[in-house]
């Protein structure tokens, strides 16, 4: 007999709980706060816990694609082999997001991976991309300590002006590297008809009725 796919799939029941669990303090706040303030207050807090749990749910979910996958080792190509399963702690707009994910070596010495990094999108940091994105918007027109503050002001979240500064130098010097990688590529000649996706010059000419041309 097939197992029911619903039936074994913990994330409905994980997310309901969790409505279930925000549902007396949203009913607390709608019928005690004392101001929009506060009403607006309690209401973010609990909507967060909610939004911090589906994402955690979520994207344990998305750890388990590469899990099953044996990947190859970078270096030497051969297959890795799975030593343990590995916690990571990622913060993001919701807040601090527990996760876990598979990690894989390289039994020639190469090293480890944990491929589900990738598939979150995250580098060697401890931030989510959202949250690095908005930072670095932020830090545009505000001091780093400023932004630190509008942060944990709006979104609850708390990260200090240091690993603001060190994400947000980081992202620029990434971009400046693509953007030197990008100016130091090869570009197609005038005369190879790649420049304007069209033929070379001298096959079609300019005949309208694409009549081939000596």
């Known amino acids: ?16 709980r969790a409505v279930e669990a925000i549902l007396p303090q949203l009913e ?12 607006e207050t309690a ?15 979520g994207a344990q979910r998305m750890a388990t694609g590469p899990a099953r996958a044996i990947p190859a080792c970078p270096t030497c190509g051969q297959p890795l082999r799975r030593v343990a399963v590995r916690p990571r702690t990622v913060l993001g707009i919701f807040g ?33 991309p959202r949250l690095v994105a908005l930072l670095s918007r932020l830090a545009v027109d ?22 603001i500064r060190r994400t947000v130098e980081a992202g620029g ?13 090869p570009r197609p000649s005038p005369g190879d008809g790649c420049s304007r996706g069209g033929p070379p010059p001298g096959r079609w000419g300019h005949d309208p009725h694409r009549r081939r041309l000596a």
């Open 28 to 39: 607390a706040a709608a019928r005690g706060a004392a101001s929009l303030d506060a009403l």
């Open 96 to 128: 601090a997001y527990a996760l876990t994910r598979p990690y894989w070596v390289c039994p020639r010495g190469h090293g480890g991976v944990a491929p589900a990094d990738a598939v979150w999108g995250l580098g060697t940091g401890t931030l989510a």
């Open 1 to 16: 007999m097939i197992p029911d796919q619903k039936a074994s799939d913990p994330i409905p029941v994980t997310l309901r």
């Open 142 to 163: 505000l001091p780093f300590d400023a932004v630190s503050a509008v942060v944990a002001e709006t979104l609850g979240v708390a990260v200090d002006g240091e690993t």
């Open 43 to 57: 209401v973010g807090t609990a909507v967060r816990t909610l939004a911090q749990e589906v994402v955690t749910v």
């Open 173 to 185: 010097q990434a971009v400046e590297a693509a953007e030197q990688a990008a100016a130091a590529a």
